[in-house]
Every structure is written in C-alpha cells, then in structure tokens.
C-alpha cells in the first residue's frame, strides 16, 4: 500500500488521490470508544466514525473537482483527525477562488435533505425500536453533516467560510488586500474559539483552534509576500515611451 508523508493512499478517482493520515488511526481508537457509550456494540460506534468521515471525503471532492472545472489543479486530499484537506490550485481569479471552496459545503447542503429522508424512510420502518443502533447512527450522521456545514461556514481563515469572505472581497478590493482582511479576522475568530475552548475546557476545540490561528498567520505571511511582490512589481515597471505628437504653442 503506497505512502506519502506519513500518509496511507487508500484510492484514487479522476486522478484524485486519497490517502488517510496515520494520526487519524490513533484518534479513531479513542472517539470509537467515547461513541461506544450510546451504542450497544463499538462496532456501531466505529460505523459512525468511518460515515463521519466518508461525510468529509465526499465535502474534500467537492473542492477538488469545482476547482478542475475551472481550469485549477486538484490531484490529492488528505484525511485526518482534523477532517480533510483537499490540496487545490485555482486560477488566481475572484471567481474561480469563490466556485472552488463554496463547493465543498455545497455537497454537505445536498447530503442534508437526502441523510433526512433515509432518516424518515427509517423511521416509518419502525428501525428506532427495531434496530435503534443503526437509526442512531442515521440520528447522528444527519447532526455531524450539520455540525460540519455550520463549522466550516464560520468565517474564520482557512475555514471555508473564511476562504469564501476572502474571495467574495476579491472582486472590490483585489487578491492582496482581500487576504489581508480575510487573514486578520481568521486570527481573531481562532483566539476567540481558543478562548472558548479554556472555558469549555475542551482540548478538542483547542488543538482546532491553535490549528486555525497557524493557518491564518501563514496566510498572512503570504499576504506580505504578495503585497512586497506587488511592490517590486510597480518599481521596476519600465514606463510606457511618450508618442511623438504635435507641440502646442501658447
């Protein structure tokens, strides 16, 4: 089985390739086991990790084939315990930016109403008395497919929504500076939901929100490179020569 970086390669579609992250394995044994406790058998509980996560491969593609739709480059996604990472090269357009992270939390809009009707096709079946594991598993893909819409709609850098803010002040205020804006409110989101998470005291939504504030200092990093880019761009743009025209004597 093929690696990369620590990675497993588990398929490939349309020259997608999928690999899944070692780490995931370990943070698998201890959500299974937490799970395990609404769940007559951890089997069920390890069913309803692998839907979360087929929830997020199927978002991650989402990204990648928006983007090769308009004329990106797509060709690798990375599962992790975080979720997944769809590795994406848009044309540096506003437009093709803007189609290619909306995208992903398009699909968690279509799986919404479909995860509803399997869940009330179930439970017409009478599957919450009969089988009340298997509909709690429905129960609960249905809630984590919300949860993940909500969750990455926050517009907090690099969260989706955050990427979605930036693109859409692309087209006013251009590539740079629309990085610059989208960076610094992902940098405040981040230590607001770092805060959160030491009154919660949940290490879960800490390690995410220490993973969002890295994030968004690199994309503010690179936000400086574009801006001195830009820069040395205009200093040594060679001005255009002057056409000879007629001299007007007053």
């Not at 989402?62 to 004329?71: E, K, M, S, Y």
């Not at 540096?92 to 968690?108: C, D, E, K, Q, T």
């Not at 609960?140 to 969750?151: E, G, H």
């Not at 989208?182 to 940098?187: K, P, S, V």
């Amino acid at each position: 089985m093929p690696t990369r970086g620590g990675s497993i390669r588990l398929f490939c579609v349309r020259g997608i390739e999928v690999f899944l992250h070692w780490s995931w394995f370990l943070i698998a044994i201890y959500e299974v086991q937490v799970w395990s406790a609404i769940f007559r058998s951890p089997i069920w509980a390890a069913l309803l990790y692998v839907g979360l996560f087929v929830l997020v491969t199927m978002h991650e593609f989402g990204h990648a084939l928006a983007c090769r739709q308009v004329g990106g480059e797509a060709n690798r996604i990375v599962l992790w315990p975080l979720g997944g990472i769809a590795y994406v090269n848009p044309p540096p357009r506003a437009g093709a930016m803007l189609w290619s992270i909306a995208a992903g939390p398009l699909i968690n809009v279509l799986m919404a109403p479909i995860l509803a009707f399997v869940l009330h096709i179930a439970g017409a079946a009478g599957w919450a008395s009969t089988n009340p594991d298997a509909y709690l598993v429905l129960v609960w893909l249905w809630r984590i497919n919300l949860v993940l819409l909500i969750f990455n709609l926050l517009p907090i850098y690099p969260l989706d929504g955050g990427q979605i803010l930036r693109s859409i002040l692309w087209f006013p205020f251009g590539q740079t500076k629309s990085l610059f804006i989208a960076t610094a409110i992902g940098l405040v989101g981040g230590a607001a939901l770092l805060l959160w998470a030491v009154l919660m005291r949940s290490w879960w939504i800490g390690l995410m929100a220490l993973f969002l504030l890295s994030r968004a200092g690199v994309g503010w990093k690179q936000a400086r490179y574009l801006q001195a880019e830009e820069a040395a761009m205009a200093r040594t743009a060679v001005p255009e020569p002057e056409l000879p025209g007629k001299k007007v004597v007053l």
